[in-house]
């Protein structure tokens, strides 16, 4: 995936607000009323969606999945390579179906997964910066608007207009992505473009993508099939060029909805469609219909964009909403990291987990840790791309 592209660094749509509705994460989030057993419930398994927020081996939307036995499925690789887990980095987006979540006394819940598919938003030219210096809160990449957020992982050097990156990220409504993290690469065989369908001429085989910008031109042979209409979502491997209104595909994806049978499920996105029928709430996360009857308060929502966290169960292919928590973009998302730690540096407080550099200088640690033990818990905030600030070291018997 991003190791194959060379890695730069050296180590239909309407959104919904949730104003005195739902509380920022962390700060707890709304339940159904009828709620009969969210995620980790039991049941005949789990699946989520959403950025990897800790490593050993994998935590998504707070489920930390074994992923020692799963098949991994990367669609950036184009060397014949098989995806691994070093693939798997902090705010990559991910899919993951696994066995049912196990509630923990203290951390996240734990799983084990089946199957981990991943895959970027965006790989082009980066431009528009803005600002032009500092950490950046949006930019455009294959004319779609790229949102930055307190949370997204950024590389360890600044960004600037000309570079060509990778984005992770989740679809914003109306097209664009909230990043979720951002590598800058050099060479990629192929760009990459993750968008809403303005058009599609089956004539000059050209569709446009919104908002009205970019137009890419396919052969006969990567026709979209007659479903791909004005509103679909498409991800597109393109031939690297910045005329965006003459890109070449080399292959079309169709971003099809979640519906992995009987799971408990966890999803992380902006929800969009919003409608109420009576007592019917019905939206999509992304492409996913959710319905948010059971969730108090729902049919007063309004139409303005929140970033959700939405816990439920999939029936005959609608995830039934039991509970909504608003992701508070302006604060960091917490990292949380376990591992056996090396190069231990006692003058910078720094020490290496999981091929990260944590700095623990203002970090709560345990007085038994001596930074030589074979499994570490660390949790803080991802600087950077590889750079950690712990605010806990403990140690932990944990560490897959």
């Excluded at 660094?9 to 104003?19: D, F, K, M, V």
């Amino acid at each position: 995936m991003l190791r194959d592209l060379k890695l730069a660094w050296a180590a239909p749509l309407l959104g919904i607000a949730l104003a005195g509705v739902l509380h920022g994460c962390g700060g707890g989030g709304q339940t159904a009323s009828n709620n009969t057993g969210g995620v980790g419930s039991g049941g005949t398994g789990s699946y989520t969606n959403g950025p990897i927020s800790g490593l050993g081996s994998i935590i998504v939307n707070g489920v930390r999945y074994d992923v020692d036995s799963a098949t991994l499925l990367g669609d950036d690789k184009d060397t014949g390579a098989l995806p691994s887990a070093d693939d798997l980095l902090v705010g990559v987006t991910v899919e993951v179906e696994g066995s049912a979540v196990t509630a923990t006394a203290s951390g996240p819940g734990t799983a084990t997964a089946a199957k981990v598919r991943y895959a970027s938003e965006l790989i082009g030219v980066l431009g528009g910066l803005s600002p032009a210096s500092g950490r950046p809160t949006s930019f455009t990449v294959l004319g779609q608007r790229v949102t930055v957020n307190a949370s997204t992982v950024l590389p360890d050097t600044a960004l600037s207009d000309g570079q060509v990156v990778v984005v992770h990220g989740l679809p914003t409504p109306g097209g664009g992505v909230t990043a979720t993290r951002v590598d800058a690469v050099t060479a990629p065989p192929f760009y990459k473009l993750s968008g809403e369908v303005q058009s599609v001429n089956r004539t000059t085989r050209i569709i446009t993508f919104r908002p009205g910008t970019v137009q890419v031109r396919y052969a006969l042979s990567l026709a979209p099939s007659a479903d791909v209409v004005t509103g679909s979502l498409l991800r597109v491997r393109v031939q690297p060029s910045n005329d965006l209104l003459n890109l070449q595909a080399v292959q079309l994806l169709v971003r099809e909805a979640a519906a992995p049978g009987d799971r408990e499920v966890r999803l992380e996105g902006r929800l969009s469609g919003y409608s109420v029928t009576g007592t019917t709430v019905r939206a999509y996360l992304g492409t996913t219909p959710v319905d948010l009857s059971a969730i108090p308060g729902a049919t007063t929502l309004s139409n303005q964009t929140g970033l959700l966290e939405v816990k439920g169960r999939f029936q005959n292919g609608v995830l039934v909403a039991t509970e909504l928590e608003e992701e508070d973009e302006a604060r960091t998302r917490e990292a949380e990291l376990y591992g056996a730690p090396s190069n231990h540096n006692q003058g910078s407080r720094t020490f290496t987990l999981r091929g990260l550099t944590i700095d623990y200088s203002a970090a709560t640690v345990d007085a038994n840790v001596t930074f030589n033990e074979p499994c570490l818990k660390v949790k803080g905030e991802a600087v950077s791309a590889s750079r950690v600030s712990a605010t806990l070291v403990k140690r932990d018997s944990d560490c897959r």
